[in-house]
């Protein structure tokens, strides 16, 4: 079982990065996926999450209206298109796959598989 994620890096306040993860191992349209963010000292936050089929999503208040997320149950990624970032969206964002979420509002401690997390600094 893998996620892969991948996409981070170093952007301007304001800008825009796309964040994905491939995942593999397991039957990826069985799971919710989404994203969770952690900056040093604090537990991992939610951020987005996705159903099974792509038919709704639920994102943190921190980033509605900014973030978009989306699946390709083909290809078995989960995408996190980011806008109008500013430095507090300065995280390690890791994937993640839930089997038995009943909501999209994933919850840390029932995660069943996470990604290895990438870095995403926004910075002048």
């Known amino acids: 079982v893998q996620l892969q994620a991948s996409g981070g890096g170093l952007v301007q306040p304001g800008g825009s990065l796309r964040l994905s993860c491939a995942a593999s191992g397991f039957t990826f349209d069985d799971y919710v996926v989404g994203w969770f963010r952690q900056v040093p000292g604090k537990g991992r936050e939610f951020v987005a999450a996705?159903?099974?089929?792509?038919?709704?999503?639920a994102y943190a208040d921190s980033v509605k209206g900014r973030f978009a997320i989306s699946r390709d149950n083909v290809k078995n990624r989960v995408y996190l298109a980011m806008n109008y970032l500013t430095p507090e969206d300065t995280a390690v964002y890791y994937c993640?796959?839930?089997?038995?979420?009943?909501?999209?509002?994933?919850?840390?401690?029932?995660?069943?598989?996470w990604g290895q997390g990438t870095l995403v600094t926004v910075s002048s």
């Open positions: 996705i159903a099974r089929r792509g038919s709704s999503t």
């Open positions: 993640a796959a839930d089997w038995s979420a009943r909501n999209l509002f994933l919850e840390e401690n029932a995660i069943d598989y």
